[in-house]
Nanobody
Framework: QVQLVESGGGLVQAGGSTRLSCTAS????????MGWFRQPPGKEREFVAG????????SYADSVKGRFTISRDNAKNTMYLRMNTLKPEDTAVYYC????????????????????WGQGTQVTVSS
């Protein structure tokens, strides 16, 4: 059974930084394309960043380009999201997502592309 657990959320001041982690269990992690999504209060879930199986491919939402960095350590079954220069509009519940794929380079940017989801972690950016 695939399980994804996010950690690292919390309260951060505007302009600050934090790092989210997503640890997978019950899977061969390197066989999964991974992504981060977020759901701001009262809004729909939106794509934040994605990373391919082999780490060579990444994609970012325009709103986070240059501020957020996605990475993964396949040996540790863990994906990360480094978040810098945080803004109040980054406040949201952040979710990690996974999908089994044979493609080493694909990056998925839509929620429907993912099969497995974590429970989410709250990130609140105070102004």
């Amino acid at each position: 059974q695939v399980q994804l657990v996010e950690s690292g959320g919390g309260l951060v001041q505007a302009g600050g930084s934090t790092r989210l982690s997503c640890t997978a269990s019950g899977v061969t992690f390197s066989n999964y394309v991974m992504g981060w999504f977020r759901q701001p209060p009262g809004k729909e879930r939106e794509f934040v960043a994605g990373i391919s199986r082999n780490v060579g491919g990444t994609s970012y939402a325009d709103s986070v380009k240059g501020r957020f960095t996605i990475s993964r350590d396949n040996a540790k079954n863990t994906m990360y999201l480094r978040m810098n220069t945080l803004k109040p509009e980054d406040t949201a519940v952040y979710y990690c997502a996974a999908r089994l794929t044979v493609d080493l380079w694909s990056v998925l940017t839509t929620p429907n592309g993912y099969r497995y989801w974590g429970q989410g972690t709250q990130v609140t950016v105070s102004s």
